[in-house]
Nanobody, 127 residues
C-alpha cells in the first residue's frame, strides 16, 4: 500500500505557473503508475495527466495538453505536475493517485482505475 501527500498548491494569476508535488511513502514507488486528477466546485473529479512507472509514457487531458507537464522522480518517491499558462478554469483541488500496473496496459484515465489517493491541494487561478 502507498500513502500520498500533495503539496504546492496556492493562488496564482491567470497566465502564471505553479508546480504541485505528491510525495509517496514506501519503497515500491517505482512499481506504481501515477495520475493527477482535479475537482472544481460542484463538478465531478476529472483526469488531468498520467505517467507510467518508468516515466517513459505520459498522457494528458485535452484541456491541459501543451500547458501541463507530469514528471516523476523515483529516487525521491515524488510525482510532479508543472502547470503553465494557467487559466481561471484550472481552479480546483488537485489530487494525485496511484495504482499497480497490470500487464502491458499503460494508460489509466478513470477514477476507478486508481485505488490510492492523496488528500488534495487547492489551486486557485485569479482572472
Amino acid at each position: 500500500q502507498v500513502q500520498l501527500v500533495e503539496s504546492g498548491g496556492g493562488l496564482v494569476q491567470a497566465g502564471g505557473s505553479l508546480r504541485v508535488s505528491c510525495a509517496a511513502s514506501g519503497r515500491t514507488f517505482r512499481m506504481y503508475h501515477l495520475g493527477w486528477f482535479r475537482q472544481a466546485p460542484e463538478k465531478e473529479r476529472e483526469f488531468v495527466a498520467g505517467i507510467s512507472r518508468s516515466g517513459g509514457n505520459t498522457y494528458y487531458a485535452d484541456s491541459v495538453k501543451g500547458r501541463f507537464t507530469i514528471s516523476r522522480d523515483n529516487a525521491k518517491n515524488t510525482v510532479y505536475l508543472q502547470m503553465n499558462s494557467l487559466k481561471p478554469e484550472d481552479t480546483a483541488v488537485y489530487y494525485c493517485a496511484a495504482r499497480i500496473t497490470i500487464g502491458t496496459r499503460d494508460v489509466y484515465t478513470n477514477l476507478n482505475d486508481y485505488p490510492y489517493w492523496g488528500q488534495g491541494t487547492q489551486v486557485t487561478v485569479s482572472s
